[in-house]
């Protein structure tokens, strides 16, 4: 069984940036497409991005060119770089397993961590 658990959120200024990490325990994330999503207060979970087990990676539109993911196997870990933080970006941030970098919905993530709160002040 695989256990995710986030780190790196906090509290940033408007277009600062944050690093997040995803760390893997339990099992090998590196067959793993990795996942990232968030949650902001009220709202469904929205697609941020994927990575595939060989580095591909999709973003969403809201996030292109800000973010990005990549993934360290021999850390069993996953990175999401934040930079040009918007206050919009207030969430929390989760990672999550799945079977494809092309899936942007949460059916297609099995394991899913805590998450970790990321706060952009205006």
């Known amino acids: 069984q695989v256990q995710l658990e986030e780190s790196g959120g906090g509290l940033v200024q408007a277009g600062g940036s944050l690093r997040l990490s995803c760390a893997g325990s339990?099992?090998?994330?590196?067959?793993?497409?990795m996942g990232w999503f968030r949650r902001a207060p009220g709202k469904e979970h929205e697609f941020v991005g994927a990575?595939?087990?060989?580095?591909?990676?999709n973003y969403a539109d809201s996030v292109k060119g800000r973010f990005t993911i990549s993934r360290d196997n021999a850390k069993n870990t996953v990175y999401l770089q934040m930079n040009s933080l918007k206050p919009e970006d207030t969430a929390v941030y989760y990672c999550?397993?799945?079977?494809?970098?092309?899936?942007?919905?949460?059916?297609?993530?099995?394991?899913w961590g805590q998450g970790t709160q990321v706060t952009v002040s205006s």
């Open positions: 999550a397993t799945g079977s494809s970098y092309e899936y942007t919905e949460r059916y297609g993530y099995e394991h």
């Open positions: 339990g099992r090998t994330l590196s067959t793993y497409a």
């Open positions: 990575i595939s087990w060989r580095g591909s990676t």
